[in-house]
């Protein structure tokens, strides 16, 4: 518990109503939470408006009331506070509550369309690998010291950060690496933390249902370059054409890598093999246990970021050398009738093509592409028929099949995808909804020494059907069906 005095430190209320010090219980901003002491956050989401329960909530026991405008009624008994921004008062309270957990640990962030994950993970190996206590916060799952704890969503909200940040701090904890998405930057669920550096992958063609135009979602992930203090650093990939622009109004220390332009960190890829490839990083030939262009600005992206945290860069490259990806990233398996399998979360226009240019720069002779793709329902729809589009440029075979339908109509999602295939294109697709049909077809089609792509869901475990979780996974999928066609 906390007194309401040392939870409001810093938060700059534009009026204040019956606000005597109080014990706290507990931060909330879902009125279903509220227990008896709570402080209650009336936050204005896409979808509900927190206002709304501010009624409800006193009656279940709120000590005390965040909000932008006074109800209509107040109670006498509790405290009522009001903020320009209740998002924003959130994440600034959350951390006081939890006594800035940020500042007692270095916090790594890592934003961008394609990468975070990978390159979050690979950091969080890299610094347990040489020692060190450390957590991560991404998409497929968060950790403390190796112990596991599921994720919801690529970055939680203000009060669970500052929980799992202060958890790590009490386990002793050194370092955090999080991926830190271009929604929780607009939502402010980053607001009170204090990061000690910050990593720019790129930025291509995604979250447009949220963002509306590609500027806005430009200047979501900027706003996390620009509110870094001067004490962090900020690591940018100058090879995409908006680097830079993270580094325009940023405080922190800029330091950018690369491997066609020049920059504080540079790599070349000598060799790229489906076993792993072969890298010169800062004069060094080494050999790592990823595949693609993609996993070399990953690669290198890690490798920066360490030696800005202050690690011997000889350790840092062999530690490295030794790592693999995050699960479902260009998750690659070859089945006992010699047909390679790659499970990958590739679910934009510029991730498919990064995953498929790849396949294509490495396989041999007359090897046949066969790609399963889908779209996820309720989300950027402008980009469906781009990813058929490129699915169909890059492979021999595509099968159009469901992701995440969610809410939408399936078939619907595959004939939005349609719209974007020339008439040759549409000669070497076939569209089946099932998306276990898809992949069984696929291993029937192909021949040994072909490759069959499953893109979009990588390490997801289920598939949302009309608001309905089943379990589904993609390489348990893949998997079955190759020993199925072996026996």
């Known amino acids: 518990m906390k007194y309401l005095s040392e939870i409001l430190n810093g938060v700059p209320a534009t009026e204040l109503q019956g606000a005597d010090d109080m014990q706290i219980t507990g931060i909330v901003f879902d009125s279903r939470k509220v227990v008896p002491g709570s402080l209650f956050v009336a936050v204005r989401g896409t979808v509900v408006d927190g206002h709304d329960y501010i009624e409800q909530a006193v009656k279940d026991g709120a000590a005390a009331i965040i909000c932008e405008d006074l109800p209509g009624h107040t109670a006498g008994e509790v405290a009522y506070i009001m903020v320009a921004n209740s998002a924003v008062a959130l994440g600034q309270m959350a951390a006081n509550f939890y006594a800035h957990p940020s500042t007692k640990l270095k916090l790594v962030g890592v934003t961008g369309t394609n990468g975070k994950t990978?390159?979050?993970?690979?950091?969080?190996?890299?610094?347990?690998?040489?020692?060190?206590?450390?957590?991560?916060?991404?998409?497929?799952?968060?950790?403390?010291?190796?112990?596991?704890?599921?994720?919801?969503?690529?970055?939680?909200?203000?009060?669970?950060?500052?929980?799992?940040?202060?958890d790590m701090v009490n386990q002793g904890c050194d370092y955090c690496f999080m991926e830190v998405s271009s929604h929780a930057v607009a939502q402010h669920r980053i607001e009170g933390l204090v990061f000690a550096g910050a990593i720019f992958t790129n930025l291509t063609h995604d979250h447009l249902d949220y963002h509306k135009t590609f500027d806005n979602y430009l200047k979501a992930k900027k706003a996390f370059f620009d509110t870094l203090p001067k004490s962090a650093f900020a690591l940018t990939n100058i090879d995409d054409k908006n680097g830079n622009v993270m580094l325009q109004n940023t405080k922190a220390t800029k330091k950018s890598y690369a491997l066609r332009s020049l920059a504080d960190f540079k790599a070349k890829i000598l060799e790229n093999q489906f076993g792993g490839l072969l890298l010169q990083i800062d004069g060094e030939e080494v050999w790592f246990k990823m595949v693609g262009s993609f996993n070399a600005y990953n690669l290198l992206a890690v490798y920066g970021a360490a030696v800005l945290l202050g690690q011997d860069k000889t350790k840092v490259l062999t530690s490295l050398s030794k790592l693999h990806g995050a699960e479902g990233r260009f998750d690659y398996t070859i089945s006992p009738n010699k047909v390679i399998g790659i499970v990958d979360y590739a679910h934009t226009p510029d991730a498919v093509q990064n995953v498929l240019s790849t396949i294509h720069d490495i396989r041999k002779g007359t090897s046949k592409v066969i790609t399963i793709i889908g779209c996820g329902g309720d989300r950027d729809k402008t980009k469906r028929p781009i990813m058929a589009k490129v699915a169909c440029q890059w492979s021999d075979k595509v099968i159009l099949t469901s992701d995440n339908p969610r809410s939408e109509d399936p078939e619907q999602i595959i004939k939005d995808m349609e719209a974007g295939l020339s008439a040759d294109d549409k000669k070497k697709t076939i569209s089946i909804t099932n998306r276990h049909e898809a992949i069984k077809t696929a291993c029937h089609l192909a021949s040994a020494g072909d490759i069959v792509l499953v893109a979009g869901k990588g390490h997801e475990k289920y598939q949302e059907i009309k608001g309905v979780r089943s379990h589904f996974d993609d390489k348990e999928e893949l998997l079955n069906n190759f020993n199925q066609l072996a026996q």
């Open 118 to 166: 990978t390159v979050a993970t690979l950091l969080y190996q890299l610094f347990r690998d040489m020692g060190y206590k450390c957590g991560l916060l991404s998409t497929v799952e968060n950790q403390i010291n190796g112990n596991v704890i599921p994720a919801t969503h690529t970055t939680p909200n203000q009060v669970e950060l500052n929980s799992l940040l202060n």
